[in-house]
């Protein structure tokens, strides 16, 4: 290699690391900051009725973040599948949608801290089905590209798992009889059953088959926006807002109430 080939690819290597260590500045400069978020997911993300704003948990958690920063929040929209590609292409900042922190998609993107905690289900018609073991050999839907969809081929071999774009696909497919049950996040499924028409027609079965812990994903070498999100997610915990906003989301008065068992803390 020549010496001038060598400055061209320190320098490469200098743009390469600056682009990706540089959101937070990006963010700054440009004066929002474009979360991608769920907008099919009550009480995470979804469109208001009212206003056609998307609203929920994850946007209230995006907004304290810009707040922190003093920039406006931008959503877009995204899919199980199609958030670790919009990250990484660039088109969002950081993702704020139901997103499990696994050691898999660590190697991808980086995570923040813990900021919900719940765990895989089974949602089905009321009476259909009563465990899991009456689910083999049996349709089951769920979301391309989620921990749902992996988890649950390791629990019942011998279903079938039918991935849709989004969750809400999958409960059509409920619905019309072409799957068994619909498997996901707890708290998703609970919201899912709370809009639906009729409520009372489904059940959550007791079964649990993993732990899934949310966390907000940034592009890998974003330290300093990952830094000021830990530290908005830990003063969010301090100050009661935390609590708050689970509250305002998942609590007595919400279509689908949750126990908040956590508490949002600095990772080990
Ligand atoms: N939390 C799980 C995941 O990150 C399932 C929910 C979802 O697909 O958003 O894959």
Partial sequence: MTRWMGTVLWLLTLVAGSAAADTLATVKQRGTLVCGVKDSLPPFGYVDAKTRQIVGYDIDICKAIADRLGVRMELKPVTSAARIPQLKEGNVDLVAATMTKTPERANEIDFSHSYFFTGQKFLVKKGAVRSLKDM?????????????????????????????????????????????????????????????????????????????????????????????????????????????????????????????????????
């Fill in 136 to 268: 083999a050999g049996k349709k089951i839907g769920t979301a391309k590209g989620s921990t749902s969809e992996q988890n649950a081929k390791k629990a019942i071999p011998d279903a079938t798992i039918l991935s849709f774009d989004d969750y809400p696909q999958a409960f059509l497919a409920l619905n019309q009889g072409k799957v068994v049950a619909v498997t996901t996040d707890e708290a998703i499924l609970a919201g899912i059953r709370a809009k639906a028409p009729k409520p009372e027609a489904y059940e959550i079965l007791d079964e649990r088959i993993s732990d899934e812990p949310y966390g907000l994903g940034l592009r890998k070498g974003d330290a300093a926006l990952l830094a000021e999100v830990n530290k908005t997610l830990l003063e969010l915990e301090r100050n009661g807002e935390a609590k708050r906003l689970f509250e305002k989301w998942f609590g007595p008065q919400s279509a689908a109430p949750l126990k908040r068992t956590f508490t949002i803390t600095a990772d080990k």
